[in-house]
């Protein structure tokens, strides 16, 4: 069974850092794009980063670009994303989520997020 | 970065019957679609990719179509389970926008 668990969240003060982790079991890691996505309180869906299955390709929301870093250990099934200069606007719950192929096709398996709160 | 739009936002409808959501992007993105469905309190859970695949497990009543810039989720015959708020999402280019969803509630 593919888990998804998130850590590292918590309630940070505006222009701090914080570093999400995403620890992955049931499923060869190293074959798959994963993800981070967020969700503030009563909205939609936001697309933050992905990263490929060899770390080749990575992307970012403009929203994020120059603040956070995403990547990934293979030998540790892990994922982070080192989020630095926070402001209140990143507060959400952050997703880690697992695409179904090596590159992006669909996120198919998603963990239950680690809230984070930017406090101004 | 390409932008999803989703119609409509909202969408109040009865058990039976058959729904239509519609995602248009800002730029072509082929048939590089997926669509999510999100209940309450839940992580999304993930329905159809490539615009038109069924995800092993999700209901053959689901059926998305569409390629280039206008898809459509549909939803053949709405069952109580079904109302929650839908999602697209491209992943043609990073980076992979997702629409702003269409709640989907019970009439």
């Known amino acids: ?120 | 970065d390409i932008q999803l739009t989703q119609s409509p936002s909202f969408l109040s409808a009865s058990v039976g019957d058959r729904v239509t959501i519609t995602c248009r992007a800002s730029q072509g993105i082929r048939t590089y679609l997926a669509w999510y469905q999100q209940k309450p309190g839940k992580a999304p859970k993930f329905l159809i990719y490539d615009a038109s695949t069924l995800q092993s497990g999700v209901p053959s009543r689901f059926s998305g179509s569409g390629s280039g810039t206008e898809f459509t989720l549909t939803i053949s015959s709405l069952q109580p389970e079904d109302f929650a708020t839908y999602y697209c999402q491209q992943l043609n280019s990073y980076s992979y926008t997702f629409g702003q969803g269409t709640k989907l509630e019970i009439k």
């Open chain 1, 1 to 120: 069974e593919v888990q998804l668990v998130e850590s590292g969240g918590g309630l940070v003060q505006s222009g701090r850092s914080l570093r999400l982790s995403c620890t992955a079991s049931g499923f060869t890691f190293n074959n798959y794009a994963m993800y981070w996505v967020r969700q503030a309180p009563g909205k939609g869906l936001e697309w933050v980063s992905g990263i490929s299955w060899n770390s080749g390709n990575i992307g970012y929301a403009d929203s994020v670009k120059g603040r956070f870093t995403i990547s990934r250990d293979n030998t540790k099934n892990s994922l982070y994303l080192q989020m630095n200069s926070l402001r209140a606007e990143d507060t959400a719950l952050y997703y880690c989520a697992k695409d179904r192929g090596p590159y992006g096709s669909g996120l198919d398996h998603w963990g239950q997020g680690t809230l984070v709160t930017v406090s101004s």
